[in-house]
Structures are given as C-alpha cells and as structure tokens.
C-alpha cells in the first residue's frame, strides 16, 4: 500500500476479508487505491488493487460506503 491509508474493513469467520484503501496526491490529483485480499473458506484466493480518481471513487458501486464517507474526513482534515 502506498500513501496515507484512510479504511480498513476486515470481516470473515477469520478476518479472512481484508480491505484497506489509501489516498495519495500524484501530482496535483488525488489517486485513491483499494487494496485487497479475500480468501473463501475452500482456501480460494482473491488478491488486487485498483485506482480511482476521486469522482470515480464516489461514484463506484463497487466500492464500501463507509469508505466513501471515510476518504471525504480524511480530504476535509487535510484541508
């Protein structure tokens, strides 16, 4: 991961479903970066990232709401 790491979500029977999302500023533009790895209890894995732009990051359907609501206190603090 890299930046400033503003969500986490970690849920399963054993915190077998981690996500973690971050912000950077490349030059001038925020990227936001959701990083995870999911494993199914058949040991099934499902590791990745993805970047967004901000609009793109509020406007995904994909993407935990709290997340949403934790990247916009996060934006607001730094201001």
């Known amino acids: 991961m890299s930046g400033k790491q503003f969500f986490e979500r970690i849920k399963g029977p054993m915190n077998n479903y ?3 999302y971050s912000y950077r500023n490349e030059n001038g533009q925020v990227i ?7 494993v ?3 040991l099934s894995a499902n590791h990745g990232s993805k970047e967004y732009t901000v609009e793109e ?23």
């Open 18 to 20: 981690e996500d973690w």
């Open 57 to 79: 990051f509020q406007e995904s359907e994909d993407v935990h709401s709290g997340a949403k609501i934790a990247l916009d206190k996060a934006l607001k603090a730094e201001k």
């Open 32 to 38: 936001i970066t959701h990083t995870w790895s999911h």
């Open 40 to 42: 199914s209890p058949s």
